[in-house]
């Protein structure tokens, strides 16, 4: 199925948790605005909780402390953490929703985060992570037509930000969920109009054609 924006694939997953949310964000301050980590706050209900955590120590202190901030911890129960998702104070199975949004492409051992992931879920409980896609229209493409897929500028361009470090293939980690005790309930592509090929890009998704070739992927996975 494909998403217009992340936001339309997270929220539409959050929300199968209908009572007693217990929801772990994690590196939420990756982005400029974290306006995806407003829309999940603004889904929680009396009963709910919602924790998020960035190892990012400048900017969570910048967030914890500003107006919108310390409003939304006045209103709904949500409370912040400097310290990544390998740190030892969580329990197992205390969540039953993480979201790794963006996240995953920048770890040097990424593989890693889903042990941990699977150890904070309880059993039932939702997964739900979007990475950039490695069939991007426009990546895609330049890697037919590219002679030398070794070229520093290909690598860069293939790359996107400097800090990224892997995007696997969507069908790879889908497997690999599955096998690690995950079932794999939601596939999403999320299409941004984005660079040289967009309007090609739209024009064969609205056939039906390319919409597995979209800018980003999402995935949400439930521990069996």
């Known amino acids: 199925m ?22 772990l964000d994690v590196g939420f301050l990756g982005q400029k605005e974290p306006f995806m980590h407003y829309k999940i706050i603004n889904l929680l209900n009396e009963n709910d909780h919602l924790v998020g955590i960035d190892t990012n120590k400048e900017k969570l202190d910048l967030f914890i402390n500003n107006e919108k901030t310390r409003d939304l911890v006045k209103k709904y129960n949500v409370s912040y953490k400097f310290r990544s998702i390998f740190g030892t104070d969580f329990k197992d199975g205390e969540f039953n929703c993480v979201c790794l949004m963006e996240v995953f492409e920048h770890l040097y051992n990424p593989y890693n985060v889903f042990d941990e992931i699977r150890r904070l879920i309880k059993p039932g409980g939702i997964f739900i992570m979007t990475y950039p896609n490695p069939l991007n229209l426009n990546i895609f493409l330049k890697y037919v037509i590219k002679k030398n897929i070794l070229n520093k500028d290909f690598l860069n361009y293939f790359r996107g930000d400097r800090e990224h470090k892997i995007f696997p293939h969507p069908i790879c980690l889908v497997n690999y969920l599955n096998d690690l005790g995950f079932k794999v309930e939601e596939f999403g592509f999320i299409k941004y109009n984005i660079g040289y090929f967009s309007k090609i890009n739209y024009l064969l998704a609205k056939f039906g054609i390319t919409t597995k070739f979209s800018n980003y992927v999402g995935i949400c996975a439930r521990k069996l």
Do not use: H, L, S
């Open 2 to 23: 494909i998403y217009k924006t992340r936001g339309d694939f997270v929220i539409k997953n959050i929300k199968k948790i209908e009572n007693n949310k217990k929801i």
